[in-house]
């Protein structure tokens, strides 16, 4: 099983500023990573696809990087409505989440 | 649009079971895989199992296996997570999610809204 580690665990950013949020993969998975956004009492939602395919209705701020082991979310100027927590998943079966991480108001 | 309705929360006793559904809507319910994750307070969101909604292929999570079965019913474009033997450490909330991949990579979109499952005596 592929285990994911996420870096850092809580990010504290005042609206405007860019978030780097990582994931990194105990072997490769190659472009096979995913990333989502999780709102307190909500489901997570899809962002990201295929390391870099923002998902329909996702604004351009969020985008996605890397391959192999290390993969990168970023938001490029947060709005209100994205302090949340993270997740990347790698999509090999049987796939795996990492712990998130929290995006919280500085 | 596309959308997974599930069922509402349960509360149940350790040793017995629970069966959560799952109603797919606005799209052919046997074009794309279901599966089914877990989240436990403190816990990573951890993946269960699944099934092909085309040939009703299943695949299960060592953790899980023996206690979980996913079923579905094409004629309500329903699946179900049946989980028994149920102990406090299976308190949860339990998604269903779609997969529209279309390969062997697995991604989810959409996801339930959720299944609170406590286990308490």
């Known amino acids: 099983e592929i285990v994911l580690t996420q870096s850092p665990a809580t990010l504290s950013l005042s609206p405007g500023e860019r978030a780097t949020l990582s994931c990194r993969a105990s072997?490769?998975?190659?472009?096979?990573l995913a990333w989502y956004q999780q709102k307190p009492g909500q489901a997570p939602r899809l962002l990201i696809y295929?390391?870099?395919n923002r998902a329909t209705g996702i604004p351009a701020r969020f985008s996605g990087s890397g391959s192999g082991t290390d993969f990168t979310l970023t938001i490029s100027s947060l709005e209100p409505e994205d302090f949340a927590v993270y997740y990347c998943?790698?999509?090999?079966?049987?796939?795996?989440f990492g712990p998130g991480t929290k995006v919280d108001i500085k | 649009q596309v959308q997974l309705v599930q069922s509402g929360a349960e509360v149940k006793k350790p040793g017995a079971s629970v069966k959560v559904s799952c109603k797919a809507s606005?799209?052919?319910?046997?074009?794309?895989?279901i599966h089914w994750v877990r989240q436990a307070p403190g816990q990573r969101l951890e993946w269960m199992g699944s099934?092909?909604?085309?040939?009703?292929?299943?695949a299960y999570s060592q953790k899980f296996q023996g206690r979980v079965i996913v079923t579905m019913d094409t004629s309500a474009s329903t699946a179900y997570m049946e989980l028994s033997s149920l102990r406090s450490e299976d308190t949860a909330v339990y998604y269903c999610?779609?997969?529209?991949?279309?390969?062997?990579?697995?991604?989810?979109?959409?996801w339930g809204q959720g299944t609170l499952v406590t286990v308490s005596s």
């Open positions: 072997q490769s998975v190659s472009s096979h």
């Open positions: 998943q790698q999509c090999d079966r049987p796939v795996t």
């Open positions: 099934i092909n909604t085309g040939n009703g292929y299943t």
């Open positions: 999610l779609r997969d529209p991949s279309g390969s062997p990579f697995d991604w989810f979109d959409p």
């Open positions: 606005g799209y052919s319910f046997t074009h794309y895989g």
């Open positions: 295929d390391t870099s």
